[in-house]
Structure formats: structure tokens, C-alpha cells
């Protein structure tokens, strides 16, 4: 997701997120061909660091950005994830996985159209900040 457009790119997967779906998101951003350097924000998960994303990333120049460990509210993605549940998931019975998966392909389809306004609040770069802070012992 774009931190400053909201703009998505996504990559489906039915399985476990590994070292090769990362690779995709990766190639997929690249071949974008965006002309301003792309920075990926990624947590701390053991198969966004192996040496095979690492080197991809390298050759393609895409910047990794890794963030602190436990810090998911600095991660928009999860603040994403968190609304495409809201929307999708609470208290919603789907039949079978299809209507799953076409539910939420649904709700992040509508993201820059019936869900803007609430997105462009709820994804917001300002975050609260602690400067010339003393913890007491």
C-alpha cells in the first residue's frame, strides 16, 4: 500500500505468506515503473529477512525498511487488515471460501471509492511521538 496515495497492490495467496510471495510483491512493485525510489515497510517476520529477499530487493533497488519489533500500530497494512475485518469478517458467515475471498477482494476493490473518507482517516502518517522523555526506574 502506498503510505501517501492509499493506492494497493496487491498479491493473492491462498497459503502460507513466504519468502517467494514477498519475492512476487517485490517483482510486482518493480515492474510498476515508478521513477521515484520505492521503500518497502515489512515487519520484523523471519522471511521478509532471509537472503533471498534481501538480494531481490537489492537488485530490483527497493529500499526495506524493517520496523520494531511489536509495533504493528506503526504498520498500515494491519490498520488495513483490521478495517477489511470490521467489514468483512465481523459477525458475516460465508458458506464456503470463495465467498471468503470474494468478500474481501470486494472490500479492498472499494478502498478509493465506498471506503476514501474512512481510509484516508484511519491510515494517517501522524503518529503521537515522545520527545525529551525520562522513564523512571
Known amino acids: 500500500m502506498n503510505a501517501l496515495t492509499h493506492e494497493l497492490v496487491l498479491v493473492t495467496n491462498d497459503a502460507y505468506i513466504n519468502a517467494q510471495s514477498v519475492c512476487e510483491s517485490l517483482r510486482k512493485l518493480a515492474a510498476l515503473g515508478l521513477s ?20 531481490l530487493a ?14 504493528p ?33 470486494s ?13 484516508d482517516s484511519l491510515l494517517t502518517l501522524r503518529f503521537q511521538s515522545f520527545h525529551n522523555t525520562q522513564s523512571i526506574p
Do not use: G, M
Open 58 to 71: 537489492a537488485s530490483l533497488q527497493i529500499e526495506l525498511l524493517y520496523l520494531p519489533p511489536y509495533s
Open 107 to 119: 472490500c479492498l476493490d472499494q478502498c478509493h471509492t465506498t471506503h476514501k473518507q474512512e481510509l
Open 36 to 55: 521515484i525510489p520505492i521503500t518497502l515497510v515489512l515487519d520484523n517476520a523471519r522471511y521478509q529477512k532471509c537472503a533471498l529477499v534481501t538480494e
Open 73 to 105: 500500530n506503526l504498520n498500515l497494512i494491519e490498520r488495513l487488515w483490521k478495517f477489511v475485518k470490521k467489514q468483512c469478517l465481523y459477525s458475516t458467515y460465508y458458506a464456503d471460501f470463495a465467498q471468503f475471498k470474494a468478500a474481501i477482494s
